[in-house]
């Protein structure tokens, strides 16, 4: 089974940036959707920001929108997260995560990291 693998996540004060690298390598034969979410303590996870296998849409939660940038390397098969502007409710494990197209024929698989934290100090 593909294994996305975060890293990146650290402390920093407020203010400051912080990029979030996902290795998403999968099935040959599959294009992926990507999506960035996050969860904090005592909180659900939550949406962050949304990369459709083509690259034609990216989205983000309305939270994040005009500080963080969704992209994608499909030479290093590594998703990132540039995040700017960092404030305290940025805190968070931030999870990558990989969705198998339909029109891969890929429909179901949906395959989760396994997070890294990021803490923002005020």
């Known amino acids: 089974q593909p294994q996305p693998a975060e890293s990146g996540g650290g402390s920093v004060q407020a203010g400051g940036s912080l990029r979030l690298s996902c290795e998403v390598v999968?099935?040959?034969?599959?294009?992926?959707?990507y999506k960035w979410y996050r969860q904090a303590p005592g909180k659900e996870r939550e949406f962050v920001s949304f990369y459709s296998h083509d690259g034609d849409t990216k989205s983000y939660a309305d939270s994040v929108k005009g500080r963080f940038t969704i992209s994608y390397d499909s030479g290093k098969k590594t998703l990132f997260l540039q995040m700017n502007s960092l404030k305290s409710d940025d805190t968070a494990m931030y999870y990558c995560k990989m969705e198998g197209t339909m029109a891969s024929g890929c429909y179901g698989g949906e395959y989760w990291g396994q997070g890294t934290q990021v803490t923002v100090a005020s």
């Open positions: 999968g099935y040959p034969h599959c294009s992926y959707d």
